[in-house]
């Protein structure tokens, strides 16, 4: 691989990376329509028991009518990313912690794993699919050890 290349793999990678850190700050400060156009017009989210949704306008209608709706305060924080490159495609695997609060006013804790697929349109990165993998839900002062388990290995 050329230096060359090299770089615009790198540069592909660091925009991607962007992209991922946009998200989180654009949904956890509620601007949903910045959000909503980090993604591909026939975008595909699945938040398995939350629901599935297709499309720019109802990835919107997610983050403002069920995200907006069930947790006055989120905190996004993503790390770990895996992410592989191939021309004008790109996967990416990141784990996600959020400190949150939910609809009734209790604090809590929600981690998972996101499964992304990105596009460049236009010369900009965009999410095609993002599937979130939910490990848990928590509420604050009962933390998360009852939920997964203390058996997992």
Same mark, same amino acid.
């Given at each position: 691989m050329s230096l060359e290349?090299?770089?615009?793999?790198?540069?592909?990678?660091?925009?991607?990376?962007?992209?991922r850190a946009e998200y989180c700050y654009q949904?956890?400060?509620?601007?949903?329509?910045?959000?909503?156009?980090?993604?591909?017009?026939?975008?595909h989210l699945d938040f398995g028991p939350i629901g599935s949704f297709d499309?720019?306008?109802?990835?919107?209608d997610?983050?403002?009518?069920?995200?907006?709706e069930e947790?006055?305060?989120?905190?996004?924080?993503?790390?770990?990313?895996?992410?592989? &490159?191939? !021309?004008?495609?790109?996967t990416g695997k990141w784990y996600f912690e959020v400190p949150c609060t $939910? /609809? =009734?006013?209790?604090?809590?804790? &929600?981690? !998972?794993v996101y499964d992304d697929e990105y596009k460049l349109v236009d010369g900009?990165?965009? $999410? /095609? =699919?993002?599937i979130a993998d939910f490990n848990?839900?928590?509420?604050y002062d009962e933390g998360w050890a009852e939920i997964v388990g203390s058996d997992q290995s």
């Open positions: 290349d090299r770089i615009t793999r790198l540069e592909h990678r660091e925009a991607i990376t962007e992209l949904i956890d400060s509620r601007n949903w329509d910045r959000y909503a156009a980090l993604f591909t017009e026939d975008a499309g720019r306008d109802a990835v919107r997610f983050a403002e009518n069920i995200v907006g947790h006055p305060f989120l905190a996004h924080m993503v790390h770990n990313p895996i992410i592989n &490159i191939d !021309g004008t495609a790109a $939910f /609809a =009734e006013g209790s604090a809590g804790w &929600i981690q !998972g900009e990165w965009r $999410f /095609a =699919e993002v848990y839900f928590a509420e």
